[in-house]
């Protein structure tokens, strides 16, 4: 398909989906799924799984062709690759290692702000307490906001504790008896998922790993709660199928 005949079928499927036609919806996904996966590879190497990059792209791709304007008069793709970036970087920005909300990411901040201005004043540290004080929320609330934006240790960082030679965390923590097993669990899940369709694993994605409801994974799709709920169960029960056979 020449670059003219690309943006001629897209313009079509776009007319269509105004026209509330889904089926021209799901084409137009199938139909650009490329731009995804170029535009996820950009942040491959940045701690998150090129799947879920993916995935969360997908959603960028979706939300572009449900917003998308004919009348701006410009390619779909050159809508859309902004859409998935901005879709992924939301992703990598505020969905680290520990979902931490962003009430207490504030709290944090705030924290951080009193307590350097509070030891130029005073020339020390200043207590938990007064600074709890100063921002008018309890000790307790402080202390927790705190602790959940503590970025965590590497298990290869050197824990030095004055009393044996300096190791990696790694080996010091004890291992879990269960730890194999849940790697092999990792293993048949990923080869399970690879078995799916891409509305199929974003489905599951967005169901098991995002936590959304049947009802999100409607509106993001464009189906019924009542087709993602058999979509979901024939899916499960496929996935147990599978990993039995493994």
């Known amino acids: ?41 950009r942040f491959i190497g940045r701690g998150h799984e ?3 990059l ?8 979706i939300k572009a062709a449900d917003r998308f304007d004919l009348s701006v008069g410009v390619a779909f793709s050159t809508y859309a690759v902004p859409m998935i970036i901005g879709e992924i970087k ?9 979902k931490v909300s962003r009430a207490y990411k504030n709290i944090a901040y705030k924290a951080a702000t009193v307590k350097e201005r509070m030891m130029a004043e005073n020339k020390c540290e200043p207590l938990l307490t007064e600074i709890a004080a100063e921002l008018n929320i309890s000790p ?4 927790t906001a705190l602790e959940a934006s503590r970025r965590p ?22 291992t879990d008896e ?6 092999d669990n990792r293993i048949m899940l990923r080869q399970a998922l690879n078995k799916m369709d891409e509305r199929e694993r974003l489905i599951i994605y967005m169901r098991y790993f995002r936590h959304k409801t049947q009802t999100e994974i409607a509106d993001m799709l464009g189906i019924s709660q009542v087709q993602v709920s058999r979509l979901e169960k024939k899916l499960l029960r496929r996935m147990r199928e599978d990993m039995k056979a493994i």
Do not use: W
């Not at 650009?32 to 535009?39: A, F, K, P, T, Y």
């Not at 298990?155 to 080996?171: I, W, Y």
């Not at 269960?178 to 790697?183: A, C, L, P, V, W």
């Open 50 to 52: 090129p799947d879920d």
């Open 54 to 61: 993916f995935q969360i792209g997908c959603i960028g791709l």
């Open 140 to 143: 307790q609330e402080l202390s």
């Open 153 to 174: 240790d590497s298990l290869f960082a050197s824990m030095d504790d004055g009393k044996s030679e300096s190791r990696p965390l790694a080996e010091k923590v004890s």
């Open 90 to 98: 939301r992703f990598i920005r505020d969905d680290g290692i520990i």
């Open 178 to 183: 269960d730890y194999e097993q849940k790697i």
């Open 1 to 41: 398909m020449t670059d003219h005949e690309y943006r001629d079928s897209n313009n079509e499927l776009l007319r269509r989906i105004k026209n509330g036609d889904s089926e021209a919806r799901e084409t137009l996904i199938k139909q650009n799924i490329g731009l995804v996966r170029s535009v996820a590879n």
